[in-house]
């Protein structure tokens, strides 16, 4: 027996959209912030994990 796949609901596709500008504002700031405290590039994985880790 093989079940259709549900379409997704107007909802969840805003609530996505909602996601999507949330993570873009986000990274805006952090840009800016980055930008006020002289860094050129955006900080990489390594470089937040060792914060608070007595680099």
Known sequence: MTRAVPQPNAGVIDD?????????????DGDRRAARAGRHARRTLAEMTTIGQGR
Not at 16 to 28: C, D, G, M
């Open 16 to 28: 996505l959209a909602a996601l999507h500008r949330l993570v873009r504002h986000l990274t805006a």
